[in-house]
């Protein structure tokens, strides 16, 4: 009995290690399968939103309200996700594991990945349309993989006890900057859309596969000792919850960054530099900043936050107003300031975390503060705002939230002692800062041009310094900064009436003097006219003068099509080319923005119109979506002239958009196409869809001479025309007009497949 006994005690502590060895083993390999499935779920999220959205364009045309709105759709999908993952925290661990396993199940019914049949009218409004076709199209791929993060970060935690899951979500935004990155540079010029929504299809079954995976290595109840455990109940959490201000404050460090990010994207592609693609690196600066803020190694994290007050104060100050004639040197100021405050706040919002069992609830905050920062940036400035407000605004909040840290232990001395020392040093704080103010806005144009800006930037140093450590003086030197470099010449124009003018399609300033007026749309000039009298203001300017290639068509179409010549404009700006109208021809004008149309008819900041075309028949909303529902053979002549700044709309310049044109022209018909782009070769893309369509063309590269009139500009322009005889006839008129450079192994722009890399100068 005795040797039974001990046989049995032998075999069942065998077993006892065995299985304590498979255990380890399993404990060993499952962190990295909850790594690799956060990863790839949110690279699955980011490779989406830019892939919906492009294949949206056709359907809703190339507003950039689509892509705010779209954002917006994105960030409320992604809220809900982690509101989903909250109340899961309500049942057993192992159960949220079969309910999400079918969530998952469900959404895979909507693959695989793309825009679901619906017919849009021409003027649909992106606030209502993009919402409803994007979230019956992907909201149940996108809620599923976005519950992804908090949700597996749990299982971690309960998988296994005592390790902290926060890193993961390093992790996760690392996928996040991947899925980010790889659309424009590897997905988008290599596959066509078809084999996009393939290629997510596929990754969302890994991700599926990963999730199951997860799920097995959540422990099992066997014993009455853990019935109530983590794996059979929903155990009621063991830390104290979060007060409401400590959620408002989560809420606050999110929403910062998360405006910052849109706010920085709109100031660098408005008043810098508006180069395509660029909204990409924001983003995936904010992405990466978590990545850094959630490490477990803290040291680069902690660094960035211990410096970040003394950046955002020199940054953040000096870039309301920037360096004229250095746009990428102030482009890569403004992304290096968004980084710093997003590693900045992210970091503090992990050092004000919660317990493991709180994770979910943290989450939510932080998605529910990202969504309203969103929210802010894209919606509401717009509205509230004539310019970039929001980002001096969000500026100085990230200064009021930042750890004051860095604190310079000779000078913080000075700050010890009673409370009246304390008030006089703060006054002797104002006092400067009033002082500099007054000298910065006593003659703004001089000391934009440099006159006592030097100075003024190293009093500021100095007074940083100072203060570093202290939060209100710190605010008292971040705020005069902001007025001084560029807030207040700012204000000066806004405060001009019709100066300013902001859309959801851009921001246009109406400028010059007693001799000339521009309309700049961001940093590009969009319209030139001449003041002083009526020969004057009826000379088309710019881009459009008699000897460019869009005025030497205009020049000839009572030649070409005889005087009831039908002719179509794609873009208004601020009206010049209505001044080659001809009693009896048929005009008719696409506009997308209705502010521009304001502007250029109802303002009288310029009278192109008034002078030209009293009563002009102008279609508000996306051209291509108006075009279709033109009768055919309806125009002889189409000038497209649409971009926004420099950036590219691409629908406009795809095959099916070529066809589109051909068929509302005659067959006949002459189409312009204006490609003067300061960051872009678009003469590859005409000449492939020449080509592929069937089309004749003709570039006209129009230098003007040094003793040409004033207002004339360096312009691009394409013809193109079934008919021959138009090009030979257009070439005759005048002009160094010469065929089109075809890019060998360049692929024709198509509904499913465009990209600009290729094309970057």
Known sequence: MTVRRQRDAIGGRAMYEGKIKAASTTRVTTPLIFAVAILAGSFLLFLVQPMVARMALPRLGGAPAVW?????????????????????????????????????????????????????????????????????????????????????????????????PYALYAASNLGSFGGLIAYPLLVEPGLALNAQSGLWSAGYALVAVLVITCALALPRATRPSVAAGPASAAPDPASAAPAARTVGYWILLAFVPSGMMLATTTYITTDIVAMPLLWVIPLGLYLLSFSIAFAANRTLANAITRFAPLQI????????????????????????????????????????????????????????????????????????????????????????????????????????????????????VALVIGVLIVMATRDVAAFQAGQGRGASFAVIVAIALFVLGRRLQFALVLGGALVIFGGFQAAMISWQGDARTRSYFGIYTVGGNDHVRQLSHGTTVHGTQLIGSVVRERTPTAYYVRNSGVGRAMLALPVLYGPKARVGVVGLGAGTLACYAQPGQDW????????????????GQFSFLSRCLPDPAIVIGDARLNLATQAADSLDLLALDAFSSDSVPMHLLTREAFASYDRVLAANGLLMVHISNRFLDLEPVLAAAAKAGGWTSAKLLYRPAANAPEGETVSAWVALSRDKSVIDTLKAGGGEWRALTPRQGFTPWTDDYSTILPLLK
């Open 68 to 164: 705010n709105s779209a954002m917006l759709v994105y960030q409320a999908l992604l809220l809900g996700g982690y509101a989903y993952a909250h109340a899961l925290g309500r049942v057993p661990v192992r159960a949220q594991a079969l309910i999400h396993i079918a969530v998952l199940a469900v959404a895979a019914l909507w693959l695989p990945i793309g825009l679901i049949a619906m017919d849009l009218p021409a003027d649909a409004q992106p606030a209502l349309w993009v919402p409803w076709l994007l979230g019956l199209s992907i909201g149940p791929l996108f809620f599923a993989i976005s519950a992804q993060a908090p949700l597996l970060q749990r299982w971690f935690s309960v998988a296994h006890p005592g390790r902290d």
């Open 588 to 603: 008719r004008f696409y506009e997308i923005d209705p502010a521009m149309v304001r502007i250029a008819r109802d303002t």
């Open 313 to 428: 104060l020199l940054f953040g100050g000096v870039m309301v107003g920037g360096f004229q004639g250095m746009p990428y040197f102030n482009a890569g100021v403004a992304l290096t300031l968004l980084f710093t405050i997003s590693v900045c706040l992210h970091t503090t919002m992990y050092r004000h975390r919660p317990a493991p069992d709180r994770l979910t609830g943290f989450y939510l905050a932080m998605s529910l503060g990202g969504a309203l920062g969103g929210v802010f940036a894209a919606l509401v400035a717009p509205v509230l705002f004539d310019w970039t407000w929001e980002y001096p605004l969000l500026v100085f909040a990230a200064g009021l939230l930042a750890p004051q840290e860095l604190v310079i232990a000779p000078l913080a001395a000075l700050w010890r002692g009673d409370a009246q020392r304390r008030r006089i040093l703060t006054l002797a």
